[in-house]
């Protein structure tokens, strides 16, 4: 049988999916000899267990733990509630690292006797009761699941009636009333002493760690970064080292490399007199490194070198806990450091210059979803210089962001579904603030330092935040927010904006002019290295001439989707657009629609003219034409007038057009079947922007038509014969020469069923994976959000199919009619326009499936160039599956 | 290179797929030695080849028929424009017959100059002029497509100048100046002289056959019948012989047994001195057969001996056309006989006991798909006992119809979608009145025989139809339809309404009593050896005790879906199901619910009373909730006052519900998923139900379960684990055993893409194949209708396929469910419960796919037995394509 626990030695190559991640760096500490305190792992496999077994640890379980424990007291010569007593610390550690997200207990194996004897051979009666009164608040709080206030509160209490500023100038006695106090409150609440067995203890803290994986804060952060329900924490027991054991004591956390540029420099923060949970709860802000450099030098530089040992061993950026215990380093974890993307790029590329990786893996360790927050503007130099900063805090994660101030999560999410941008404005964050983090532009915080709940975790959302502003005062119940200047206190609501520069750590009042982003020659390096290796071609989704030229600054090499529907809403059309569509005959449209052609056609020339050459590719009308009317009554009054027809003639119109179900009625060609006189204008705009443009740019165009919605080979013929006779026409007309390309959309499933019949027919198919997922699905987008909400809760979908392509179904059908499609005409050109084409996960399918190129939103083009880039270096030979 | 043109003789063998039904017929005669006049067929594959060519006769095609005119001419002896004229009929004939539907022209050939040569050869002058002036009309009408309209009138005017009421008292003079009016007429029309080439005449003539397969009426025809528009029709030119020569001529129609009830009698009518023409227009009433033999004894005896001799060689009741010319008798067609479904039985039936076909053949030719009108209600004796029928015509096509009176086509349609029904009364129908018919639940002419337009399509249409009734006079313009009795005349308008008795031809004032069908021996006989041969098991879809008993009258093995949403809509329980929907937490929901649950299991519990064992497939609630809530102003406050609760509460709540598309919102298993406190009421009472009935029906019951609108295997365990938790509670408490299945309806394209992980989980599939085709054409069924016309229009879509499956695009998720369901769990139940479930060619689709049962409304069991056995005559062997 296969054992579940492990210690650290033992444990060495079994790997994150076993230990965690947090388990695999210290047994790798271990492997290569870096000073760790002693302990063993539980195995995720534990973890499947304990939920299997109905939520409790069985027996056999039990004993793997304590016959552990008891080789742990054999090699420090400790004992669980003896005269030298073992205290250990139980902490998570799933295989992906999920800050905050899980329970850790430390202190564990204290009672009323083994504290007396904790003082007696420390000689510091004090640490023993500060760590006896905190395990006792963990143990209630975490293994027994009972809230912290009260006993908080306790704390409170004896620092205000003691006027006492910080926890350490509680003395000894003041430490050993709250013991007493606590643990009268724990029998108050359970009905039962405060279990003083150390074994007892440790089982119930493990279950408490186990059951942590399912609480709700891990459950969302799982869903935000698409970690799998089914992985379970591993929970790692490890004997305590004291950081609080006094000035020649303390904790920190360091990183090898800076997490928010890149830059080669060792970062850390050190807390003397501390435990660890004071400098990741962001309450105390923690000093420089140099502080331990100055007071222990001895001991700064084997942490020094201890770091990039480390390091080098795992040739990536690390993130390392560390504590010193009278003057003795130890190091508590380690594991790849989480770092934004600008500092992803930058180690990636240093690494490769030091030779420690080669291009390969250094383009394997960015990640692709972070890389657009690169992308984002930031403020305008200029207008800097005329502001003043009213406060400045730490640079926690960059980016410019403007919003008005929010006070709770709460209320960055109701503002934020209202429409308005916010900026989340805390003391301090915590796990359960992150759906307001989600929701807010950027947050700000007054406590914490780099590695503190808000910065880790905006960090990773790559969302722009500053945290230890220390001269801002939150008033959360009055909803203030004080900023202390040399002159005076500024005094904020919920009604002010304010602007956040992440790079800089600076605050400003008011909305500050932002440019678009210089990308760095890093930046510019990387995307090289991408083009090297990636098979898919890039293109990108843009309905407009500046969008166009975006996304091909960013490396588009041409346009996927140009929605044309948009044109029709500005001013000047629309008035058109609604007497084509109000018209009750083919003449009445036909002259609507000869005035709306040349807006089409200059829209177009304009495209293709910023493309210069690039292919872009133009889909017909798509929506039901009811979206074009006026829904509110004056505007129907209104358009009557200026149309010179009855109101009740316009309202009979929208009733006829009234659909039960929209997305499956009258759209897409279904609209060209019925007025192919609206496809034939499209085409003649298409052919003479693409004429005119061609004699200018002086560079051959491909033009290339899209039919969205076909569901049949008949029905794509049809439209396709409207499009060839009208485009042959013009085309000889204007005795110039053309290619053109007439292809269709895949976001049926029929279609998708039937490719092999439309296939050769058709230049080219794109999957609109959007409308293909919703009928694959039969999930009405606009409307499933009411549901899915209960589907998460309660497990039975873990990703949003929007977001990143279901595999499984929808997938299937693109694989089918890739297969079928190619087979049934080699020539033909497949890609995917859907929302999925900018995302990572989705580009590896696509890779996989044999697809020619992707098209996302012009922000999403350099993230689609490094994930095409990722899936060829994973799976370099691609080649279509032989199915039948 | 094949020849596109073939005589009679040379034609035996080709087939229906070349030569046409009616092309076929003939070679079939000429073959066996039956009296035809001479001719040849031009192929449905130079139909094909005269549209590829742009709808012109190209050259290669017009020398071959040429050629062939030729080869009759030195047969005969009789030349074309020459002194012993050929005269020539062109007609058309399809695969299958579309009687009425595409154009005839007789008599061609003639000119100024054959004119009087035939006069003087058949010492007919008047006989000749009327040949000419019908072959004039013809050609400007059908060969020129010019309408009849003012040369009808020119025939009318001369018969009212002179007072003459039958064409037959028209002089040849006044003929003769109507040949000139009619040529006249023409050249002012058409700006040339009518063509006197008879080579140029048969080429534009056939020209215009093969264009009538385009026309209007022949679509409509078409895509009611399901013929595809690729098959095109045959020509056929004969040599014309003449019923109107004289007293000694005449012409008709015969069956070789009753069409109507499938008596073993010859069915005849003949009109003497008459062409064809005026048989099947309905213009004159044709004389019982009698007739002849009182006229002419041996002709009749011939006639007899031919037709016999024709039935046995088809082996199979022959619906022939007969000339005869100065005394001889010639057959110009025929044709296996349209005939109503109870006539098909008898017939079929009749056959096998005369050995003259086996089982199997006799099963192949009763049409399934009319089969339903058998089943239709009869006027209740006792009643017709007590009302006088007010006139009698001839029973054309059986049925006991009541409805109001509708003049026209149009007027029938548009009054049939306001809800109302409707009895389309006309002195004659005509092709264009087809959809009108459709829109009617029975047809009433004033005019015409057995073989009328009227008779023959509503025979087609399964639908109840009087013809010939004489003593009824219709007045259009004025809206009246006047009955002359001996006392008086009665005048009805479109206010009354009457009953119509397809069998005895009888026609009532007033709505009569009717009652359900009793089915004759032969229909179960008939239906005994479909349950022999057929490999599918039939099940129903019923609601209501009601239904379930009537299914099983005809057959049923059990209910294959019992939709329990209607049962929320009665008076009495629709306030419970408000007031959960309106409930904002969960225990007033529950609250609701628990009230609702006895009715609930009331009906089920009657329901598995009446079906006493058979099996009941139940599906949980499926709509979306919003439709179970009111809509009109005056309704809501009405249940704002007995909920008590605000109206703004209920508008709120009806906000908050509405859907953008409801067809992909929160329905189906969606809301068990949400609520589900729904799903454990519906599952207690269905338990409660097969409990209480089990033991007194004193079987055991198989309860079976199903969860609509899954989409992935987590979603169905989910509501699996719900159903099971809450019957087997049930089930213990109870201290009785019952046995129940958990099983998924397959209407979601995910759900078939991923049937391999969803069948393990699943007792059965039952395929909802009206939402599958939603969603895999993207078609909301609601809003399709709009749009659908321009597709069939078109062309681009043949068939509907809510009434058919999509054997391509939904069919291919059907195979892939079943074949990848069954592999997963090989005990898997696999059934239809669409509207597909009850139509033959579908059915013949599900027995390839290997479906266990299929599951149709109650009138659609016996066309389901016999769609299955047919099924399985023609595959016997089905079994599973292994595809990967």
Redesign the interface.
């Known amino acids: 049988m296969k054992a579940y626990v492990y210690n650290f030695k033992d444990a060495y190559g079994l790997g994150k999916e076993t230990l965690g991640g947090k388990g695999n760096g210290l047994a790798e500490m271990k492997h290569i000899g870096i000073p760790i305190p002693d302990g063993f792992t539980i195995t995720t496999q534990a973890c499947e267990l304990y939920f299997k077994n109905g939520k409790t640890i069985p027996d056999t379980l039990k004993k793997e733990i304590l016959e552990n424990v008891a080789r742990i007291e054999i090699e420090t010569g400790k004992k669980f509630g003896g005269n030298n007593p073992l205290l250990v610390s139980v902490r998570s550690g799933a295989r992906i690292s999920m800050p905050g997200m899980m329970d850790t207990i430390l202190n564990l194996g204290l009672n009323d006797k083994t504290v007396e004897i904790l003082a007696r051979e420390t000689n510091n009666e004090r640490f023993a009761y500060d760590c006896y009164r905190r395990f006792i608040l963990m143990f209630t709080n975490i293994a027994k699941g009972h809230p912290r206030t009260e006993m908080d509160k306790m704390l409170e209490n004896v620092k205000s009636k003691n006027h006492y500023k910080l926890d350490t100038e509680i003395p000894c006695e003041k430490l050993k009333e709250l013991v007493t106090e606590y643990k009268l409150y724990y029998k108050n609440v359970f009905k039962e002493e405060f279990p003083s067995n150390p074994k007892q203890q440790l089982i119930e803290a493990v279950s408490a760690v186990f059951r942590s994986w399912d609480n709700p804060r891990a459950n969302v952060y799982r869903r935000m970064n698409n970690i799998p329900y089914s992985w379970g924490t591993a929970v790692n027991v490890q004997m305590m080292v004291f950081g609080n054991k006094g000035e020649n004591s303390g904790t920190g956390v360091a990183f090898s490399r800076s997490p928010s540029t890149g830059e080669n420099k060792i970062f850390a923060e050190y807390l003397p007199n501390a435990q660890g949970e004071d400098v990741v709860a962001g309450i105390r802000t923690p000093l420089n490194i140099k502080e331990l450099q100055n007071r222990m030098p001895e001991v700064y530089d084997e942490f020094i070198a201890t770091i990039k040992k480390m390091e080098f061993h795992n040739k990536d950026m690390q993130d390392m806990e560390f504590t010193i215990e009278d003057g003795k380093l130890y190091f508590l974890q380690t594991r790849s450091g989480k770092r934004t993307a600008a500092a992803a790029l930058k180690i990636a590329y240093d690494l490769v210059q030091e030779q420690i990786i080669n291009k390969k893996e250094a383009l394997m360790r960015i990640d692709a979803k972070t890389l657009d927050t690169l992308l984002h503007p930031s403020f305008d130099n200029n207008e800097l210089k005329k502001i003043d900063c009213i406060a400045n805090g730490l640079p926690a994660s960059p980016g410019a962001s403007t919003g008005k101030i929010a006070f709770t999560a709460e209320e960055a999410e109701t503002r934020h579904k209202n429409g308005e941008s916010v900026i989340l404005c805390r003391t301090e964050t915590s796990p359960e603030d992150i759906v307001g983090m989600i929701n807010s532009e950027a947050i700000l915080t007054s406590r914490g330092g780099m590695t503190s709940h808000a910065a880790v975790v905006a960090r990773g959302m790559g969302k722009c935040c500053v945290v230890g502003c220390n001269d801002m005062l939150i008033n959360e119940k009055n909803k203030t927010l004080t900023i202390k200047t040399k002159d005076k206190d500024i005094v904020l609501t919920d009604k002010d904006t304010i602007s956040l520069d992440g790079s800089t750590g600076n605050v400003y009042i008011g909305d500050i002019k932002k440019n678009a982003p210089e990308l760095s020659g890093v930046f510019g390096k990387i995307m090289e290295w991408c083009d090297y290796y990636r098979q898919l071609h890039i293109r990108t989704n843009a309905d407009t001439p500046a969008d166009a030229l975006q996304a091909k600054k960013f490396g588009a090499e041409g346009i996927g989707l140009c929605r044309t529907e948009h044109m029709f809403f500005a001013e000047d059309r629309i008035f058109f657009m609604r007497k084509m569509i109000l018209s009750d005959n083919e003449n009445d449209r036909i002259e609507a629609l000869n005035e709306l052609e040349p807006f089409q056609e200059e829209d177009f020339y304009k495209l293709y003219k910023n493309m210069n050459g690039l292919n872009v590719n133009i889909r017909l009308l798509d929506p039901p034409l009811h979206e074009f009317l006026p829904q509110e009554e004056d505007k129907i009054v209104e358009l009557a007038k200026s149309l010179n027809v009855s109101k009740e003639h316009i309202k009979n119109r929208i009733k006829y057009l009234h659909?039960?179900?929209?997305?499956?009625?009258?759209r897409g060609c279904?609209l060209g079947?019925?007025y192919p006189e609206i496809t034939k204008m499209q085409v003649t705009a298409i052919i003479n922007a693409a004429l005119k443009a061609q004699k200018e740019i002086k560079k051959s165009i491909l033009v290339e038509i899209m039919v969205p919605?076909i569901?049949?080979v008949?029905?794509f013929k049809?439209i396709k014969n409207i499009i060839k006779t009208t485009a042959d026409d013009i085309i000889k007309k204007s005795r110039a020469e053309i290619r053109y390309k007439i292809g269709t959309m895949i976001?049926?499933?029929?279609a998708a069923?039937?490719a092999e019949?439309i296939a050769p027919e058709s230049d080219f198919f794109s999957f609109g994976t959007n409308?293909l997922t919703?009928?694959?699905?039969?999930?009405?987008r606009?409307?499933?959000s009411?549901?899915l909400k209960?589907?998460y809760d309660?497990?039975?979908?873990e990703q949003d199919p929007f977001a990143s392509i279901?595999q499984?179904?929808?997938g299937?059908?693109v694989e089918l009619a890739v297969i079928n499609g190619k087979k049934a005409n080699y020539k033909l050109h497949v890609g995917v326009c859907g929302e999925h084409g900018g995302d990572p996960e989705s580009i590896y399918f696509f890779h996989n499936a044999n697809l020619d190129y992707v098209s996302c939103s012009p922000f999403r083009v350099p993230v689609a160039r490094l994930a095409a880039a990722q899936a060829a270096i994973k799976n370099p030979h691609r080649y279509l599956k032989t199915?039948?």
Chains 1, 2 share one sequence.
């Open positions: 659909e039960f179900n929209p997305m499956m009625g009258h279904r079947v019925s919605l569901f049949s008949e029905e049809y976001e049926i499933p029929r069923l039937t019949k409308d919703q009928m694959t699905f039969g999930f009405s606009d409307d499933a009411k549901f209960d589907y309660k497990k039975i979908l279901d499984n179904g929808v299937k059908l199915k039948k």
